[in-house]
């Protein structure tokens, strides 16, 4: 039962960007679209996940004065991974030579290393909780955080551009300003104000 709520308390209760409000600055930099926002929460979660299952495992072993240092070390390993696996396979140019994923998000790959939201899990949690627990954690917060930028490059693109995933659902431009950075904290506040309601009806109940 406490597995579960560590998993599903990210997605709503806890959630990383709408309720926490940590990571805006990926989340407003990456979110112009619901592709980008969604691969920049995937790669976040995959070194949030292996992060936390590494640092639960050696945690014991970490003198507490290298203790920050040392989970920095961790993570950037598993960022280099990911940054390494972008640029394989998400470095193809698209439609009419649009730039490609990796290009667009560019610096906010390698920044996963200081984003608080995973070394925020790896001294809150996975330092003090066992390795499965640490896993759960980290894949509920992780996904909390690319629902979040799913949601909110979702709102930006359809609003910006009448299209969802590239999809076009509208016809013309749509209003330009949501795909530019006065329109992302527009959208942000938007899905906060949801996001509250929705808590405290469930606390309600």
Excluded: H, W
Excluded at 70 to 93: G, R
Excluded at 172 to 192: E, H, N, R, T
């Amino acid at each position: 039962m406490n597995n579960l709520k560590n998993f599903t308390k990210g997605f709503i209760k806890e959630n990383p960007v709408l309720v926490l409000f940590l990571g805006l600055c990926p989340t407003l930099g990456t979110s112009n679209s619901a592709i980008n926002g969604l691969s920049m929460g995937l790669a976040t979660t995959f070194v949030l996940v292996l992060s936390n299952v590494v640092i639960s495992s050696i945690s014991r072993f970490i003198p507490d004065k290298v203790r920050i240092p040392s989970y920095i070390v961790v993570i950037a390993s598993f960022v280099t991974v990911v940054d390494f696996m972008m640029k394989a396979y998400l470095n193809t140019p698209g439609k009419n030579f649009e730039p490609s994923i990796y290009d667009q998000l560019g610096i906010f790959i390698p920044l996963i290393v200081v984003n608080c939201i995973v070394l925020g899990r790896a001294e809150a949690f996975a330092s003090k909780n066992g390795v499965f627990a640490s896993l759960i954690d980290g894949l509920g917060m992780g996904l909390g955080f690319a629902f979040a930028l799913f949601m909110l490059g979702s709102v930006r693109e359809l609003l910006g551009n009448g299209s969802i995933l590239g999809f076009k659902f509208i016809k013309g431009d749509g209003m330009l300003m949501f795909v530019s950075p006065p329109g992302a904290f527009l959208a942000l506040g938007f899905l906060i104000m949801l996001m509250r309601k929705l808590n405290q009806k469930l606390a309600k109940n």
